[in-house]
């Protein structure tokens, strides 16, 4: 099937990115949430990035305005209605998303294909709570979606070979290279990038390095853009939390236990950027470390 209209649950970081290059794809785009705020603050976002490409001269205006004219918010899911694939952006956490299919199924229409954004839960067991199992599939983007190249595509054990190849060309239509990944906790990149940043926080806990120290040793002994306290406050500790519960509890190995640290850390709230504090004091600025 052809692609040419799109419905995304979530307007937070990951939504309104998925968005954007939808737009920018031609595409028409339904951006909903929850909350009404969250869907003004995700247009404007939308806008402001846009708006850097005009001034660095890759797109022109006209080709902005366009995109932000292809993109509709809605807070009633029944806007969803005529959408040829959904995706859903919310949170990490299985309930939720639950949660959010089945409000959102009874309004698709039979022949739609619902997508989850999920960064590491089963897409065969999220696709067993829908009426849909074969039309659904995981399509994990990375962030910020306007910028990563990457797409890992994930089939659930119901999955059918038309779901995943319409998906696959909407990737390819996005500009983006796929991965594709069988269904296990966290997929590939996240089995193997969250690993790192827990083992970095348990570096951290045990008092091997401060955390300047760590995330230095990792950008220049690795060559990583990023430390990994610094990429994980990027990310949000809530969702580096979920992923290691997720593995620790998939798999059932000791060597994905989270560290205590992340764990005090998401408890007081300091989830990071998006929360104003983390390993880092983003209300300062340099960011000054916490530990």
Not at 42 to 68: C, F, P, W, Y
Not at 113 to 142: E, Q
């Amino acid at each position: 099937m052809t692609i040419e209209s799109v419905g995304i649950v979530g307007a937070g970081q990951m939504g309104s990115g998925i968005a954007q290059v939808c737009a920018m794809a031609g595409m028409q785009v339904v951006l909903s949430d929850a909350k009404e705020d969250a869907l003004g603050k995700a247009l404007t976002s939308i806008g402001h990035n846009l708006d850097r490409q005009v001034a660095k001269g890759t797109i022109d205006e006209a080709t902005r305005d366009a995109a932000m004219g292809r993109i509709h918010t809605a807070s009633n899911l029944a806007a969803f209605a005529n959408v040829d694939i959904a995706i859903e952006a919310a949170t990490e956490k299985e309930d939720v998303k639950r949660g959010i299919f089945r409000s959102l199924t009874p309004h698709l229409k039979p022949a739609a294909l619902l997508a989850t954004n999920t960064s590491s839960i089963s897409i065969t067991r999220l696709a067993a709570s829908t009426d849909r199992p074969d039309r659904f599939i995981g399509m994990h983007f990375m962030n910020p979606v306007p910028v990563m190249k990457l797409v890992e595509i994930i089939r659930g054990i119901a999955t059918e070979k038309p779901t995943f190849d319409a998906v696959v060309a909407l990737s390819e239509r996005l500009g983006k290279t796929v991965a594709v990944a069988e269904d296990f906790p966290a997929f590939i990149v996240n089995r193997i990038l969250l690993p790192m940043i827990n083992e970095a926080v348990y570096a951290l806990h045990e008092g091997v390095g401060s955390v300047v120290s760590i995330d230095t040793a990792l950008r220049l002994g690795v060559n990583h853009k990023m430390g990994p306290l610094e990429l994980a406050d990027f990310i949000g500790l809530d969702t580096c939390l979920s992923i290691m519960q997720v593995l620790h509890e998939g798999l059932a190995d000791s060597k994905y236990r989270p560290c205590p640290l992340l764990v005090k850390y998401v408890e007081a709230g300091w989830y990071g950027r998006k929360a104003g504090r983390g390993f880092y004091d983003y209300r300062t600025d340099p960011p000054k470390p916490t530990r």
